[in-house]
């Protein structure tokens, strides 16, 4: 159906000019028509497009995901995060905080869990 597919990047180095309007697309003064994929006429190409478009729902996922599994994770130096976290709380709650959070040191172990 296609001679060649090409991408956004490439057309702006290319200095392309897509004219909507007009239905064409110029490239070193060379204009050419559009064809819409209806023109095309062919379902399974467009369904195939269609197939192809990852739904924002998982890109949003999978952005989550990796994130989390490239995070650093390394043994939690508890007091160190107290102090620079919780400034604005009181001496008693500060301590009460931290023992609370040594008392499960081993969830800060660095390691992934559940």
């Known amino acids: 159906m296609?001679?060649?597919?090409?991408?956004?990047?490439?057309?702006?180095?290319?200095?392309?000019?897509?004219?909507?309007?007009?239905?064409?697309?110029t490239i070193n003064?060379?204009?050419?028509p559009m064809q819409s994929l209806e023109d095309l006429n062919d379902h399974a190409l467009h369904n195939l497009y269609k197939e192809a478009q990852e739904?924002?729902?998982?890109?949003?996922?999978?952005?989550?995901?990796?994130?989390?599994l490239d995070a650093k994770y390394d043994k939690a130096n508890l007091p160190e995060v107290?102090?620079?976290?919780?400034?604005?709380?009181?001496?008693?709650?500060?301590?009460?905080l931290l023992q609370l959070l040594l008392q499960h040191d081993e969830l800060f172990d660095g390691t992934l869990g559940d």
Request: hydrophobic share 40%.
């Open 82 to 96: 107290v102090n620079d976290n919780c400034p604005h709380l009181p001496v008693e709650q500060h301590n009460a």
């Open 55 to 68: 739904p924002s729902i998982s890109r949003v996922a999978k952005k989550r995901v990796t994130k989390i």
């Open 2 to 25: 296609y001679d060649l597919i090409i991408g956004l990047e490439t057309l702006a180095k290319w200095k392309a000019i897509l004219n909507f309007h007009e239905l064409t697309l």
């Open 29 to 32: 003064h060379v204009e050419l």
